[in-house]
């Protein structure tokens, strides 16, 4: 029961980052539609690597690091395992940029190209999430084509659920678990799927309590979701530790810190950013 459980809940994270992917490639497509790629990478610079260096600086800091070793280089230019989503996150945008600078015409092979190869080549982790980000790109372009979901959102939430939640049970079966464990594809695809559609299936939930409810604390966190996974991760998770023996204030103080320095970030990077913008006019 206890492992059933656990396994209920380790699929919130891998939701939470297809989520950002099925976002950030949705996003980058309405934005490339709209005002093509000038400044393509200088906009990415500022507003994903700049607070990811903000993060590493803080964490060389409060490390007592006085030199920068060998490992905290790595980490800095995503050369570790640790930073497997950022260095993700970076090839996503990389087959985005050449596919439309480039191959414009080819842009859906590219794009299927590297969802494949991400899927067939690369680690569990990395392959579960490779549709997420060709979904957001295919959502965006292909909008007249997917208009049924927006009136469909009830039986989207559903059917992505009970899918999600299916593979789960699914891949709790001995017989699976030792298919998995033998053939890497088989494991590749049950999680995928089960993650991919959590994801969709929590999208649509945002959806349907969008117009019934105060979404104020959605939309803050949506804006903050980018700084909040560096920092949740990278400082506020060791530095709670602690309090280890006093759960609920861990508790307490985790989310706090996490909210808290993840805004002061966003902001400064957000002032950033239109400092940036106001230097292009």
Known sequence: ????????????????????????????????????????????FVRVFLPWLLVWLAMVFLNGETKFSVSSLLSLFLLDSTNWYLQYLLLCYLSFYISHKWFYKFRWLLLSCFFILSFVFWGNIQAEQ????????????????????????????????????????????????????????????????????????????????WSQTNVRLAMFIGKISYELYLVHLFIVIDYCRILGNMPLVSIFVFVACSFLLSYLLYLVDNKILVLYKNGLK
């Open 1 to 44: 029961m206890l492992t059933w459980i656990k396994n209920i809940y380790s699929i919130w994270g891998g939701a939470g980052v297809a989520v950002f992917l099925i976002v950030s490639g949705y996003g980058l497509s309405i934005s490339t539609s709209k005002k093509g790629l000038k400044g393509f990478w200088t906009k990415k």
């Open 130 to 209: 490779s549709c997420s980000f060709l979904i957001g790109c295919l959502i965006a372009e292909k909008a007249k084509l997917f208009k049924w979901i927006v009136e469909k959102i009830k039986v989207i939430f559903i059917f992505s659920l009970f899918l999600g939640i299916s593979f789960l049970a699914v891949k709790q079966l001995s017989f699976v678990r030792s298919l998995m464990d033998n053939v890497c594809l088989v494991d590749h695809a049950i999680n995928m799927v089960m993650k991919t559609s959590i994801a969709i299936s929590v999208m649509m939930l945002v959806r349907l309590l």
